[in-house]
């Protein structure tokens, strides 16, 4: 039980690693050496929404302003428009940044990570609605 609730905390600090670019090393090893996965994964959603807020406007928003679509209105990222586009959980939306429709760009794993990929999804499904 113990060994894997410290196997939990170490597979949240390498999330929150690859997420946050792994600067903090001090504080998630001493989390995982306190066994609090409770507190972990809250500074892990913060920091997850954070990161995925950052990465929208680096790569996303200049397309896709305030959750829009400046070419195709009817393809905008809010809720309404993504459930008729059946795209209903985050992998829809990482599967669509790996495989665009035509005028969009394609964001492969060396440009923008599965970790943060998700991370920007994430972020989507919980920012733009109606
Ligand atoms: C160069 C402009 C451009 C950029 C940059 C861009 N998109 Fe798009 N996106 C589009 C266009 C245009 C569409 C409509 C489908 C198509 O023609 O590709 C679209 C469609 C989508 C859809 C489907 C929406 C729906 O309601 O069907 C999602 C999800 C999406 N983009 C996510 C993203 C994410 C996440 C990023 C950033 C990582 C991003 N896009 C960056 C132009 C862009």
Redesign the pocket.
């Known amino acids: 039980m113990l060994k894997r609730t410290l196997l939990t905390g170490l597979l949240a600090a390498i999330t929150a690693c690859l997420l946050v670019g792994c600067n903090q090393e001090t504080r998630y090893g001493q989390e995982v050496g306190r066994a609090a996965p409770v507190s972990q994964s809250a500074a892990t959603a913060g920091e997850r929404f954070s990161a995925g807020e950052r990465?929208?406007s680096q790569?996303?928003?200049?397309?896709?302003p305030d959750g829009g679509?400046?070419?195709?209105p009817?393809?905008?990222?809010?809720s309404s428009?993504?459930k008729?586009?059946?795209?209903t959980r985050p992998q829809?939306?990482?599967r669509?940044?790996r495989n665009?429709?035509?005028?969009?760009?394609r964001?492969d794993v060396t440009t923008?990570s599965d970790a943060d990929?998700t991370a920007?999804?994430e972020y989507?499904m919980t920012s733009f609605k109606n």
Not at 59 to 64: A, E, G, V
Not at 69 to 72: L, Q
Not at 74 to 78: I, T
């Open positions: 990465l929208f790569y996303c928003s200049p397309c896709h679509n400046v070419s195709d009817r393809k905008s990222l809010r428009d993504l008729a586009n059946h795209i829809d939306i990482v669509i940044m665009p429709g035509s005028r969009m760009m964001f923008i990929a920007i999804a989507i």
